[in-house]
Nanobody, 115 residues
Framework: QVQLVESGGGLVQPGGSLRLSCTAS????????MNWYRQAPGKQRELVAL???????NYRDSVKGRFTISRDNARNTVYLQMNSLTPEDTAVYYC?????????WGQGTQVTVSS
C-alpha cells in the first residue's frame, strides 16, 4: 500500500510563489509516473504536470514557463515549484503516483492566490 502526503500549500499574493511537495510512504516497488492535479471549486480535476521516473516532464499549457515539476526518487518525493501565480491557479492540488498499474492519490493541499 502507498500513502501520499502533500504539503506546501497556502495563501499567496498574485505574482508570488509556492513549492508543493508530495512524499510517498509504505512498502512498494519503484514509483513510475508522478503527477500533480488540481481542482478548483465547481470545476473538474485537471492534470497540471507529470514526470516520469527518468525525469521526462509534461505540463498543461496554462502553467508552462511558470511551474516546474521535479522528483527525488531516493526520497519518493515529487515537487511542484509554482511561480508567477495568478488567482486562476487557486485550487486544491493533488498528487497522484503510479506503482505498476495501480494509482494512488494524496489528500490534497489548498493553494489560494489572492490579494
Amino acid at each position: 500500500q502507498v500513502q501520499l502526503v502533500e504539503s506546501g500549500g497556502g495563501l499567496v499574493q498574485p505574482g508570488g510563489s509556492l513549492r508543493l511537495s508530495c512524499t510517498a510512504s509504505g512498502i512498494f516497488p519503484a514509483i513510475n509516473v508522478m503527477n500533480w492535479y488540481r481542482q478548483a471549486p465547481g470545476k473538474q480535476r485537471e492534470l497540471v504536470a507529470l514526470i516520469s521516473r527518468e525525469g521526462r516532464t509534461n505540463y498543461r499549457d496554462s502553467v508552462k514557463g511558470r511551474f516546474t515539476i521535479s522528483r527525488d526518487n531516493a526520497r519518493n518525493t515529487v515537487y511542484l515549484q509554482m511561480n508567477s501565480l495568478t488567482p486562476e491557479d487557486t485550487a486544491v492540488y493533488y498528487c497522484k503516483a503510479f506503482v505498476g498499474v495501480d494509482a494512488y492519490w494524496g489528500q490534497g493541499t489548498q493553494v489560494t492566490v489572492s490579494s
